[in-house]
Antibody, heavy 120, light 106 residues
Framework: EVQLVESGGDLVQPGGTLRLSCTASGFAFSDHYMDWVRQAPGKGLEWVGRTRNKRNNYAPEYAASVKGRFSISRDESKQSLYLQMTNLKSDDTAVYYC????????????WGQGTLVTVS | SYELTQAPSVSVSPGQTGTITCSGDNLVNKYVSWYQQKPGHSPVLVIYHDNKRPSGIPERFSGSNSENTATLTISGTQATDEADYYCQAWVSSTAVFGGGTKLTVL
């Protein structure tokens, strides 16, 4: 079964740090670009960033709203994706989803269940 | 920065055709995807590459993209289609989502 499972969400104070994890199973993790998407309470979806696959040197991209504060990495041996968040602000309060797309779709067809980060 | 604009809400009667639009500059030059999200659940991809349906998505979901507007059409809308719908496109290696449209079936 294709699956993404996030963990690590918590209540953190403004200015604090937190690391989220996402474990993949059921698909060729090393071939996939992996993304983080967040959703503030009662709001829409916001893309956070991505890490490309090994073939593309794991090059990252970030949304302007998190650039310089968030860092995305991955561990192929653990089939895991990470989101390191620093200098957290109240606006970062959201459910964080990891997501990925099958090759060539330019879309996210695999989503995790999400993990809640509360900055307060 | 690039924006995708969606109407906040759309209503449709059961069995009728529901239409949700997404507007952006020269959107026809980008591939648009659509996601359905029900309360308390993760988004589900319903359309990619403007008009392609992933496996398992009912045929009543279709998409189009022309000039500055992409459209998600739900034919023969069912009560189970009531949800939030988001369009999404890629702009300079960043993903952009529309603000979302709440589809009410009544």
């Amino acid at each position: 079964e294709v699956q993404l499972v996030e963990s690590g969400g918590d209540l953190v104070q403004p200015g604090g740090t937190l690391r989220l994890s996402c474990t993949a199973s059921g698909f060729a993790f090393s071939d996939h670009y992996m993304d983080w998407v967040r959703q503030a309470p009662g709001k829409g979806l916001e893309w956070v960033g991505r890490t490309r696959n090994k073939r593309n040197n794991y090059a990252p991209e970030y949304a302007a709203s998190v650039k310089g504060r968030f860092s995305i990495s991955r561990d192929e041996s653990k089939q895991s994706l990470y989101l390191q968040m620093t200098n957290l602000k109240s606006d970062d309060t959201a459910v964080y989803y990891c997501a990925s797309g099958s090759g060539g779709t330019l879309a996210f067809d695999i989503w995790g269940q999400g993990t809640l980060v509360t900055v307060s | 920065s690039y924006e995708l604009t969606q109407a906040p809400s759309v209503s449709v009667s059961p069995g009728q055709t529901g239409t949700i639009t997404c507007s952006g500059d020269n959107l026809v030059n980008k591939y648009v995807s659509w996601y359905q999200q029900k309360p308390g659940h993760s988004p589900v991809l319903v359309i990619y590459h403007d008009n392609k349906r992933p496996s398992g998505i009912p045929e009543r979901f279709s998409g189009s993209n022309s000039e500055n507007t992409a459209t998600l059409t739900i034919s023969g809308t069912q009560a189970t289609d009531e949800a939030d719908y988001y369009c999404q496109a890629w702009v300079s290696s960043t993903a952009v989502f529309g603000g979302g449209t709440k589809l009410t079936v009544l």
